[in-house]
T-cell receptor, first 115, second 110 residues
Framework: DGGITQSPKYLFRKEGQNVTLSCEQN?????MYWYRQDPGQGLRLIYY???????QKGDIAEGYSVSREKKESFPLTVTSAQKNPTAFYLC??????????????FGPGTRLTVL | RKEVEQDPGPFNVPEGATVAFNCTYS??????FFWYRQDCRKEPKLLMS???SGNEDGRFTAQLNRASQYISLLIRDSKLSDSATYLC???????????FGTGTQLKVEL
């Protein structure tokens, strides 16, 4: 089955620790994205990557880091510098068609709670 | 002003009702528009794209009004399974970046 997987589904972490969220896709999509969702707010873009070995900051990149060494994988590290990391993290991917956006497909998400 | 604004609801409607949601966007250069559906504690899933001429998919109709900068979603003969949060999503230029509204919650009741 083609799709996007994220792991773990639930993650608890102590303050001051870095943690890495996994996102893998087998849809052969070029572009991948990380969003966070907080109650009462829309999804906000953290980082995105349109091609392997390249990525750009989104609207709220502070305290996060990413890598894109393989087309299929786009892990997100939530560092201790992120002030309010407790949130629902969603990974998405899409094909890349020039300037016009293509549909973004989302993974099931990871709920991160900082204790 | 937010880039994408939606009435958060909730809209509580009886089964079989017709319900309409509106969404306004601030950037007149916005190019593409979508409605996503998100169930509680789940990921968003694409419901439909919104085209300039308006489009219909079964019980769902989406329309775009560029002059007034809003898009709408109409759900006819609502089902219990339509209960979810409906996200208005707008694409405005480079990087395949989408802007999401905060969502409108729909509750369909017996």
């Amino acid at each position: 089955d083609g799709g996007i997987t994220q792991s773990p589904k639930y993650l608890f972490r102590k303050e001051g620790q870095n943690v890495t969220l996994s996102c893998e896709q087998n849809l052969n999509h070029d572009a991948m994205y990380w969003y966070r969702q907080d109650p009462g707010q829309g999804l906000r873009l953290i980082y995105y990557s349109q091609i392997v070995n390249d990525f750009q900051k989104g609207d709220i990149a502070e305290g996060y880091s990413v890598s894109r060494e393989k087309k299929e994988s786009f892990p997100l590290t939530v560092t201790s510098a992120q002030k309010n990391p407790t949130a629902f993290y969603l990974c998405a991917s899409s094909t890349r068609q020039g300037r016009q956006t293509d549909t973004q497909y989302f993974g099931p998400g990871t709920r991160l709670t900082v204790l | 002003r937010k880039e994408v604004e939606q009435d958060p609801g909730p809209f509580n409607v009886p089964e079989g009702a017709t319900v309409a949601f509106n969404c306004t966007y601030s950037n007149s250069a916005s190019q593409s528009f979508f409605w996503y559906r998100q169930d509680c504690r789940k990921e968003p899933k694409l419901l439909m794209s919104v085209y300039s001429s308006g489009n219909e998919d079964g019980r769902f109709t989406a329309q775009l009004n560029r002059a007034s900068q809003y898009i709408s979603l109409l759900i006819r003969d609502s089902k219990l399974s339509d209960s979810a949060t409906y996200l208005c999503v707008v694409f405005t230029g480079g990087g395949n970046k989408l802007t999401f509204g905060t969502g409108t919650q729909l509750k369909v009741e017996l």
